[in-house]
C-alpha cells in the first residue's frame, strides 16, 4: 500500500532515511533530526512531500519529493529527492508502486517533468529507471554547494 506521510511517520522515515545512507555507503553524511525532519516536512511551511509504501502494516520504503519549475516549459516539475525500499522488501513491486504514484501526483498537479539524481554506479536503480521510460540527462551536470562553500556563496556580491 502507498501512502501519504503523516507527523506520525517521522521515526519509520528516519529509520528509512538512514537505512539508505547505508545502502549508499553515505552514512557519515547524515545528520538527520527527527524534530527537523518533522517540521520540514509538516510544518508550517512544508519543504517537501513523502509517501511511505508499506507491507504488512509496516513502513518499508519511500519516496520524498517537492516543487521544481521549468522556465522553459512554463509548468512546475517535481523532484524526486529520494526512492528508496528496504533491500528485503525488493522485488515486491514496491518500487514501481511509489514511482508511479509521484507520477500520478505530477500529472494531477499538472507539472511537465519528474526528475531525479542516481549515483553512477547504482546499476540496479538505472535498471529499473530506464524499464520504465525515464533518459539521462549527458548534457547536464549536477551541481552542488553545502557548508562554508554555501556561506562563502552567499557573502558574493556584498
Known amino acids: ?46 519543504f517537501a512531500e513523502t509517501l511511505i509504501a508499506e507491507e504488512g502494516g509496516q513502513a518499508v520504503g519511500f519516496a520524498l519529493f517537492f516543487h521544481s519549475y521549468s522556465t522553459f516549459l512554463g509548468k512546475p516539475g517535481i523532484w524526486l529527492e529520494d526512492l528508496f525500499v528496504e533491500p528485503a522488501h525488493r522485488g515486491k513491486g514496491h518500487g514501481k508502486a511509489l514511482l508511479s504514484a509521484v507520477t500520478r501526483i505530477a500529472q494531477e498537479r499538472g507539472c511537465g517533468r519528474l526528475e531525479w539524481s542516481v549515483l553512477h554506479w ?23 554547494l553545502t557548508g562554508e562553500a554555501l556561506h562563502r556563496a552567499a557573502r558574493l556580491g556584498q
Open 1 to 46: 500500500m502507498i501512502r501519504f506521510a503523516t507527523s506520525g511517520d517521522v521515526p519509520a522515515l528516519g529509520r528509512l532515511i538512514r537505512a539508505l545512507a547505508e545502502y549508499e555507503s553515505l552514512s557519515q553524511e547524515v545528520s538527520l533530526s527527527e524534530d527537523r525532519l518533522r517540521e520540514h516536512l509538516f510544518g508550517l511551511r512544508p
Open 122 to 144: 547504482n546499476e540496479s536503480a538505472i535498471a529499473f529507471y530506464r524499464s520504465v521510460g525515464a533518459v539521462p540527462l549527458k548534457e547536464w551536470t549536477v551541481y552542488r
